[in-house]
């Protein structure tokens, strides 16, 4: 039994023996509790923002066009002050320092031909047989490259912008195995010195998936399920492991992504997360593995979360590098989502380059072994490695043997590696555990920027899209993760695709299928006061004392407060008195006290003359302010709104809000005051009294004609006219009766009686000069039958 599914096996186990578990539920209980209180304690689990955004169009610049969706890939070319976006049959070029201006576009469209070819193969003639734009990268020459799915047929193309345009070169080039043929199927790509690495599919039904170097001359990946089983591609990066590099070791391309485990005897397929590397250098084998790549090898990601039973799937992942440090401690952040429906658990894992670089050179692998003539089980291979070592880039090493490139690779290595690709370690977090878990909306993409704060420190600070279309600003401080804030980009809310930022403009660009947003790092102006601007903790921001507001902190040279680590607010000086709003009342109406909370992480409370208030009936507590219902007398006085919060430093309290109320004998004047008295004069009651008036006319008028055609009777004539009725109900009841005895005489027995005989019959019928009556048990006979 395997790691990866040895949980899940566990829970099937259990689920057959109902009688095992009840004896083993106490246990399970007292070991759970402890757990819990220290998930309580020690995770982030209970992040929540401190600031919520709701969508409002100052938030970002935004960009779309009428008709054109899915904005989902971006090229950044800082050397041309341009955002590249590819869209849904279009290529536009935006102002890089605002978005919301269009410097160029050019459509790429399919042609009429192209789309009844793409529908008679199945697929919808209005969304999937369209040309959209999956690949985006700049070439050497300043050109960019550019792919589309093209109606289920990819094709790729040379790009240009010169003098304000944006000119497609009309060089077709066959798009198999380089763009995807779905526009919903996830890929990814990089170019690396001019060359395109991509990972995709290569037939139209998309069970070929291929990770592939176009040039010089194309090499790819084996078409076998122990290399790509059922994969979903998530991202590429680029690792300079050549420089400074003591062995000769080779650069590496490294391929994150998803698939079915083959190494897992699981009664269920098992998604597991999955790091892939193959070497720059790599040309493929002489007679085995030709064309194919000699130097691919993965392993298992995990990002253990406490609650999970199955591994948790990832959705994106950023490399993140320190120029100024070697490549070993680059890093790798990337976000995971549960495959189970019943987790809404997010969280984030970080690598680092060295750890992954480790297990592929040094670890062990696994192989398959047939078990039962048909069943195939993966165990850790125990046997003799060849030399050189399969997997392995050309270093010094292998050159001294007369190696100098993967053609000269004997082939017991090839045919070792064919085999077994896989290996036996999995790749663990740093620190074993995951650096943020949160409860809500999916993540689905990640970026990280380093910032350096008011104290000297840098700080890695994570820009993570949901699939809500939010965008969460979240730091780590020594170990506690700090959400700063959540923002609302879209109106229509979606998945975040993509996510980029520019050093050069220090700003964040969100692309989605609604359109695109552009966010600043430092949101600074959010905060309006000082201690609203420390107890963020934001390291992009900090309080100016001159000019008194919340900048960032690459704006100012003066002295800024901030405390990003502790969140102390003692630091700030001493805030301006708040000069209280008039607000009047009458009695018995009701006023409402506004009172929006600054953080979610404060709690609101209130005081009437210096007395704290609780709720009753009469005053009720709102999310936003202060309700008072029925007012009297007593409710006159000074209201102040407190908001308490609390951080690693202290407890601080602010007056967010105050107001003078006073009991007015009049109705002027009333302020917030809500359900207002009715208006008793003005143009509108005046028309409400004459809709009045006609409609009682017309009522008296109802009345006579009524009278008149003796529908309804006159006072002086009730009496005549009730013994008429009388007589009237008298001939009526005869009938009934006579109706009755045809029924009692010819009714059938249902089985619940039998047949009236004419003489029984006859003892109910009634005497003709009398006022006949029915008799009642007969009635009741049959209501029964």
Request: glycine share 6%.
């Amino acid at each position: 039994m395997t790691d990866c599914c040895g949980n899940h096996k566990a829970q099937i186990y259990f689920s057959m023996n109902k009688r095992a578990m009840h004896l083993l539920l106490p246990l399970i209980i007292c070991w759970l509790l402890p757990q819990a209180m220290m998930l309580e304690e020690d995770s982030p689990l209970g992040c929540v923002p401190r600031r919520s955004v709701p969508y409002h169009r100052d938030n970002a610049n935004l960009f779309r066009e009428e008709g054109v969706f899915n904005y989902s890939t971006m090229l950044l070319r800082e050397d041309l002050d341009l955002l590249l976006l590819g869209a849904r049959e279009a290529v536009y070029a935006l102002d890089l320092n605002n978005i919301s201006k269009k410097a160029a576009s050019v459509k790429w469209e399919v042609t009429q031909d192209q789309e009844e070819k793409c529908g008679d193969k199945g697929k919808d003639r209005k969304t999937e047989c369209k040309n959209y734009i999956r690949i985006l990268h700049k070439t050497e020459d300043n050109r960019m490259y550019v792919c589309g799915t093209n109606a289920f047929d990819p094709e790729c193309d040379y790009m240009s912008y010169n003098d304000g345009k944006l000119t497609l070169e009309k060089k077709a080039e066959d798009g198999k195995g380089k763009c995807p043929f779905d526009p919903s199927q996830r890929h990814a790509s990089l170019m690396f010195e001019n060359n395109l690495y991509s990972a995709t599919v290569m037939n139209f039904l998309g069970f070929e998936p291929v990770l592939m170097r176009s040039t010089p001359g194309p090499i790819r990946s084996e078409f076998k399920t122990s290399w790509l089983h059922e994969p979903t591609f998530v991202s590429m990066a680029e690792m300079p492991e050549s420089e400074m590099s003591p062995v000769g070791d080779d650069d590496k391309v490294y391929l994150f992504f998803r698939e079915i485990a083959v190494e897992c005897d699981c009664y269920n397929k098992l998604m597991v997360s999955r790091v892939a590397r193959v070497c720059k250098g790599d040309l493929g084998g002489q007679r085995t593995l030709q064309k194919k790549w000699t130097s691919f090898l993965k392993a298992r990601l995990d990002c253990p979360v406490l609650e999970s039973q199955l591994p948790y799937i990832i959705q994106d992942a950023y490399r993140w590098c320190d120029p100024q440090r070697s490549w070993r401690d680059c890093l790798f952040y990337a976000v995971f989502t549960p495959q189970s429906e019943t987790s809404d658990l997010s969280a984030v894992c970080v690598y680092r380059v060295s750890d992954i670089s480790r297990v592929f050179a040094e670890g062990k692998y696994k192989t398959p072994v047939t078990v039962e003539t048909s069943f195939v089980k993966w165990v850790m291979y125990s046997g003799e490695v060849p030399v050189p070592r399969p997997g392995a880039c050309i270093d010094n090493e292998a050159r001294k043997a007369g190696i100098t490139q993967t053609l000269d690779l004997p082939d017991p290595t090839l045919q070792f590696i064919k085999v077994r690709p896989l290996m036996d370690q999995a790749i663990q977090p740093i620190g074993q555990k995951p650096l943020l878990v949160r409860r809500g909306a999916a993540f689905s993409r990640i970026v990280v920027n380093e910032v350096q704060a008011g104290d000297g420190e840098k700080y890695q600070v994570m820009f993570i899209g949901t699939e809500e279309g939010t965008i969460l600003k979240a730091v780590n401080y020594d170990g506690e993760m700090f959400i700063i804030e959540e923002v609302q980009l879209f109106q229509t809310p979606g998945p975040i695709k993509i996510l980029k930022f520019s050093n050069v403009t220090g700003q964040l660009y969100a692309g989605s299928d609604y359109g695109v947003a552009q966010i600043p790092l430092a949101t600074c102006e959010r905060s309006s006061s000082c201690m609203d601007c420390v107890l963020a903790r934001d390291p992009y921001c900090g309080w100016d004392k001159a000019v008194r507001k919340c900048i960032p902190l690459s704006s100012s040279q003066r002295e800024i407060i901030q405390s990003v680590k502790e969140g102390d607010a003692s630091l700030c000086p001493e805030a301006d008195p708040i000069k209280p709003p008039n607000e009047s009342i009458w009695p018995g109406g009701n006023l409402k006290l506004h009172c929006p909370s600054p953080s979610n992480l404060a709690e609101t409370t209130w005081e009437r003359d210096g007395t704290t208030l609780t709720p009753i009936p009469r005053l009720q507590f709102l999310q936003d302010g202060l309700l008072i219902l029925n007012a009297s007398g007593s409710d006159a006085g000074r209201y102040r709104c407190l908001s308490v919060e609390h951080s690693k430093a202290g407890t601080y309290t602010t007056t967010v809000a105050e107001y003078q109320v006073g009991i007015s004998s009049t109705s002027s004047g009333r302020g917030n005051s809500i359900f207002p008295e009715a208006q008793r004069d003005g143009p509108s009651v005046l028309g409400l009294q004459v809709v009045i008036g006609l409609l009682v006319v017309c009522l008296l008028a109802l009345l006579a004609w009524n009278f008149y055609k003796g529908h309804l009777p006159l006072p002086w004539n009730c009496r005549k006219k009730g013994g008429k009725q009388s007589q009237e109900q008298g001939d009526l009841n005869y009938g009934d009766a006579q109706r009755s005895d045809k029924l009692l005489v010819s009714g059938r027995d249902n089985g619940t009686g039998t047949n009236l005989t004419r003489e029984e019959a006859a003892l109910y019928a009634p005497d003709e000069n009398d006022v006949p009556n029915v008799n009642i048990p007969s009635l009741q006979f049959v209501d029964d039958e």
